[in-house]
Nanobody, 122 residues
Framework: QVHLVESGGGLVQAGGSLRLSCAASGLTFGSYAMGWFRQAPGKEREFVAAIRWSGDNYYADSVKGRFTISRDNAKNTVYLQMNSLKPEDTAVYYC????????????????WGQGTQVTVSS
């Protein structure tokens, strides 16, 4: 059974930093690109960042230069370092695992974690 478990969310002031982690189990980690998405109240889930096994990475324009995605293939874990946080970054952040299709689209992802709340105060 596949499990993706996110951690590292919390409350932070604008300009601060958080590091999210997503630990994967029950899958062949190297066969999956890993992505981070977020969903604010009343809004659809949106793409934040993704990374392939090779290390190739992709970012939403809204987070480029502030967020960094990385993965530790030995630990089956993907990270999202978030710097210079803004109130508009407030959302539940979800980790996903994708075996094929576009890294940008939610429907390409095979598995999802339960999400972790990130709240940025102004």
């Amino acid at each position: 059974q596949v499990h993706l478990v996110e951690s590292g969310g919390g409350l932070v002031q604008a300009g601060g930093s958080l590091r999210l982690s997503c630990a994967a189990s029950g899958l062949t980690f190297g066969s999956y690109a890993m992505g981070w998405f977020r969903q604010a109240p009343g809004k659809e889930r949106e793409f934040v960042a993704a990374i392939r096994w090779s290390g190739d990475n992709y970012y939403a324009d809204s987070v480029k230069g502030r967020f960094t995605i990385s993965r530790d293939n030995a630990k089956n874990t993907v990270y999202l370092q978030m710097n210079s946080l803004k109130p508009e970054d407030t959302a539940v952040y979800y980790c996903g695992a994708r075996s094929g299709g576009s890294v940008y689209h939610t429907d390409a992802y095979d598995y999802w974690g339960q999400g972790t709340q990130v709240t940025v105060s102004s």
